[in-house]
């Protein structure tokens, strides 16, 4: 018996482009407020307690099948956020697809 492998729910190129800027956006408020720019937890905390997490089109604490990742220097001044698809379900999956024997071994 075969079974089927669903690929996670993608989404559309214009949502994950508006909640880059949204973060861009904000990356920057936040730098005028606090004197250099956030982490992502700090960010996500900051948009939570300016009521902006629900302006994002994805749900930024949890992207999924997305991963959010906000990388800054250490002294604050550089920032870099990635919003990149994570296929690690699907792998599995295709991995025992590929693999039987290792399915049925108990």
């Known amino acids: 018996m075969r079974r089927e492998v669903s690929a996670p729910a993608e989404v559309s190129n214009a949502k994950l482009v508006n909640a880059l800027r949204l973060l861009n956006t904000q990356e920057y408020v936040y730098r005028q407020e606090i004197g250099r720019f956030a982490s992502r937890e700090?960010?996500?905390t900051f948009l939570?307690?300016?009521g902006m997490l629900s302006r994002s089109?994805?749900?930024l604490e949890n992207p999924k099948p997305y991963e959010?990742?906000?990388t800054t220097s250490q002294d604050g001044m550089h920032y870099q956020i990635t919003l990149k698809m994570t296929l690690t379900g699907m792998t599995r999956a295709i991995g025992a697809e590929l693999r039987p024997s290792?399915?049925?071994q108990g």
């Open 102 to 104: 290792a399915m049925t």
């Open 42 to 44: 700090e960010l996500l």
């Open 68 to 70: 959010l990742a906000i």
């Open 48 to 50: 939570r307690t300016k």
């Open 57 to 59: 089109p994805i749900d």
